[in-house]
């Protein structure tokens, strides 16, 4: 099949906007956790949170016009426009087949929030209010090649991108727009909450968020997105784009199980990361880093170690795990696409990002574990997993191009 490099990239995070910018944040073990208030109408006590602000106006915009549209709409414009400038294409636009392809969990959840606040003057209908967020950035952007968006709670983002890489190499699209983006919101918060799947830590922001750790009791709640440009590597060769990387393998499953818990079965998650290697034709032997999924809940954790325990075999014992949800929060779907830029840092940087507040890990969590500080290591081939509400798994598989 057709290699499939990644010659673009636009992010919107809670480490910062830039490549670089968030390429050192995160090496550097730096947190974007804070205490902010985030109930509708601005009261309340402050919650621990990883938020972004000041969404980059992407190029083409006018700041006016662009502060008009909703700020889901933003971050997608924001990372999807910066992508297409990064990879030196905003000119060729109208000449090329560009697809998009998003990963979107709750596209309508803040319309129904202002709805409420509004005391219920107006019912939104997404059907009959305007076009969906993947359109409308379709037609702002003014690409020519299909559009679509996919929803798998926090494995948007790997479906999105799996989704993307076919279409270009089928040769549906020429190249492919593809990422995902989410907000923390307060109808959102309180549903995780209530769920109990929230950390109940109030004592320091920065250390609320502790996968692996012995200590964890739920994950912090952070927002932003990515969107990559997916594009053949003898396109990218003939002009010239410099690679950030290979999109080289996916895999998926689902458990089946139940709605928010994970199957205490790991052979349906070890499937997900299984066919990803197979796919991208590697040996659990030839990994070299792992971004795992881990949000910091007791249970899901757990499940995801013994998944790649079976998966990797006796490689576990050497490949370093990390999870960047540490300093940025789960950005629930738009977790998959940040996790994703994190391996293209380990594969620039050829260092390997840490897991923070990793105090005392749980000894159900038996992993190469990078705690506290990034790890210098040669890195070719890294895998990220997204495991989503529901039972959807996934993994993705990037190489150095």
Known sequence: MTRVWITGVGAVTPLGHEFAVFADNLLAGRSGVAAETISGDGQGAPQFVARVRDIPVPPTFQPGMFQTRDRLEQLVLSCAGRALADAGLLDARSSRRIGLVLGLGAEHLRLWEMDFLAGGTRVFDPGLDMPSLVHRVHRDLALAGPATAVAAACASGAFALALARRWVQEGWAELCLAGSADLVTPMAYAGFRNLRALSRRDDSPAAASRPF??????????????????????????????????????????DASHMVIPSSDPEPACRAIQGALEDAGIDPGGVDY???????????DRAESHALRRALGTSVERVPVSSTK??????????AAIEALACLVALDRQAVPPTINLDHPDPECALCHVPHQARPHRVRVAASNSFGFGGSNTCLVLKAA
């Open 290 to 300: 792992v971004n795992a999924h881990a949000a910091g809940t007791p249970v899901g």
């Open 213 to 254: 750790d012995r200590d964890r009791d739920g994950f912090v709640m952070g927002e932003g997105g990515a969107v990559f440009v997916l594009e053949p590597e003898h396109l990218a060769r003939r002009r010239g784009a410099r690679p950030y990387g290979e999109l080289a393998g996916f895999g998926a499953s689902s």
């Open 326 to 335: 540490s300093m940025t929060g789960h950005l629930l779907s738009g977790a």
